[in-house]
T-cell receptor
Framework: DGGITQSPKYLFRKEGQNVTLSCEQNLNHDAMYWYRQDPGQGLRLIYYSQIVNDFQKGDIAEGYSVSREKKESFPLTVTSAQKNPTAFYLC??????????????FGPGTRLTVT | AQSVSQHNHHVILSEAASLELGCNYSYGGTVNLFWYVQYPGQHLQLLLKYFSGDPLVKGIKGFEAEFIKSKFSFNLRKPSVQWSDTAEYFCAVKGSNYQLIWGAGTKLIIKP
């Protein structure tokens, strides 16, 4: 079954701790993305990667970090520098090289609560 | 700046009513347009897309959308909604760096 896996579904952390959210895809997609979803604000892009070992900041990258060491994996670390980390985080992937259409496929999301 | 505007944040309809959700975008390049849907507790999933050809595109579950280039619009329609259409709907457009630019979403509630 092809798709995107995010784990865990719910995550709780204390303020001041870094936390890493997992994202794995077996769709053989080149590009992967991390979004943050807050009520009434749509999806805001945190980081994206169009190729292994390369990634770019999105609109709200401050306080987050990523790595892309393997094509299928794109973990997101929420650092203690992120001022308002409690949110729903979505991972997505898409074709990129030679693509005709750039639709993105989404994982189930991770709801992070920081207290 | 590239942007996507969804006109209504909340829409409440009765079953069998017709639906039209507005989406306008500002982007002058090659157009890739999308509507996504997020049912309660489920993944965000693609409803339909436009990238070339017939400007009237049909998607899953009886939804359709019309690309009107002169109006920079890509409105979503369904002639008769069902209770199961209760969800949040997002419009998106491919931006200049191949990323998707998202609207704020429209929460649709269908009263049985």
């Amino acid at each position: 079954d092809g798709g995107i896996t995010q784990s865990p579904k719910y995550l709780f952390r204390k303020e001041g701790q870094n936390v890493t959210l997992s994202c794995e895809q077996n769709l053989n997609h080149d590009a992967m993305y991390w979004y943050r979803q807050d009520p009434g604000q749509g999806l805001r892009l945190i980081y994206y990667s169009q190729i292994v070992n390369d990634f770019q900041k999105g609109d709200i990258a401050e306080g987050y970090s990523v790595s892309r060491e393997k094509k299928e994996s794109f973990p997101l670390t929420v650092t203690s520098a992120q001022k308002n980390p409690t949110a729903f985080y979505l991972c997505a992937s898409s074709n990129f090289v030679g693509a005709v259409s750039y639709e993105q496929y989404f994982g189930p999301g991770t709801r992070l609560t920081v207290t | 700046a590239q942007s996507v505007s969804q006109h209504n944040h909340h829409v409440i309809l009765s079953e069998a009513a017709s639906l039209e959700l507005g989406c306008n975008y500002s982007y002058g390049g090659t157009v890739n347009l999308f509507w996504y849907v997020q049912y309660p507790g489920q993944h965000l999933q693609l409803l339909l897309k436009y990238f070339s050809g017939d400007p009237l595109v049909k998607g899953i579950k009886g939804f359709e959308a019309e690309f009107i280039k002169s109006k920079f619009s890509f409105n979503l329609r369904k002639p008769s909604v069902q209770w199961s259409d209760t969800a949040e709907y997002f419009c998106a457009v491919k931006g200049s760096n191949y990323q998707l630019i998202w609207g704020a979403g429209t929460k649709l509630i269908i009263k049985p």
